[in-house]
T-cell receptor
Framework: EAEVAQSPRYKITEKSQAVAFWCDPI?????LYWYRQILGQGPELLVQ????????DSQLPKDRFSAERLKGVDSTLKIQPAELGDSAMYLC??????????????FGPGTRLTVT | LAKTTQPISMDSYEGQEVNITCSHN???????ITWYQQFPSQGPRFIIQ?????VTNEVASLFIPADRKSSTLSLPRVSLSDTAVYYC??????????????WGLGTSLAVNP
């Protein structure tokens, strides 16, 4: 069964350092999502791509976060500089149809970020 | 914005049927209701989706009344492995054709032996 791949699974970094996460969606999925999930809360959408275009980044802290999906396939989420409050699980998801009402998203295993 | 309200937590025992109700008073006409399951340290997993009346798959059933202002996820004969957080989501109309999902806190289900 096809899966969304993410790396690394765990990352520990010091505040003010740069950190990057990588996601490879399920083949053929045009829509890719990056979420941040703080322990005990639901996922919060950071950015949504349709192919290589950003369709929603309203919740992305653009002063320190950036995301790209250059060829419309895999994607990278970067934080620079990292802050203590960025400690969370970063989840990547993909779906076949982006603007459809059908919201079946497939999630990767996530990257657990700890900022010290 | 469409918003959902679910119980924060529920307890059950193995073999029982569990019903988790979600309130979504401001659901839009074209919105679907979707439920996800999440185990600790894993990404959420799609369970079921519906628009109205009843939907059933191999894992769960989803009951949606005619006014669509609530929905109930039914898990038949739960086992210990069903211990997880369950999220109810409805579509939200964003700007233009963008549709944003709002994830709440979910319902933490604990199944006891």
């Amino acid at each position: 069964e096809a899966e969304v791949a993410q790396s690394p699974r765990y990352k520990i970094t010091e505040k003010s350092q740069a950190v990057a996460f990588w996601c490879d969606p399920i083949s053929g999925h045009a829509t890719l999502y990056w979420y941040r999930q703080i322990l005990g809360q639901g996922p919060e959408l950071l950015v949504q791509f349709q192919d290589e275009s950003v369709v929603d980044d309203s919740q992305l802290p653009k002063d320190r976060f950036s995301a790209e999906r250059l060829k419309g396939v895999d994607s990278t989420l970067k934080i620079q500089p990292a802050e203590l409050g960025d400690s969370a699980m970063y989840l990547c998801a993909s779906s076949f149809l982006g603007t459809s009402v059908y919201y079946e998203q497939y999630f990767g295993p996530g990257t657990r970020l700890t900022v010290t | 914005l469409a918003k959902t309200t679910q119980p924060i937590s529920m307890d059950s025992y193995e073999g029982q049927e569990v019903n988790i109700t979600c309130s979504h008073n401001n659901i839009a006409t074209n919105d679907y209701i979707t439920w996800y399951q999440q185990f600790p340290s894993q990404g959420p997993r799609f369970i079921i989706q519906g628009y109205k009346t009843k939907v059933t798959n191999e894992v769960a059933s989803l009951f949606i009344p005619a006014d669509r202002k609530s929905s109930t996820l039914s898990l038949p004969r739960v086992s210990l492995s069903d211990t997880a957080v369950y999220y109810c989501l409805v579509g939200d109309r964003g700007a233009g054709n963008n549709r944003k999902l709002i994830w709440g806190l979910g319902t933490s289900l604990a199944v006891n032996p």
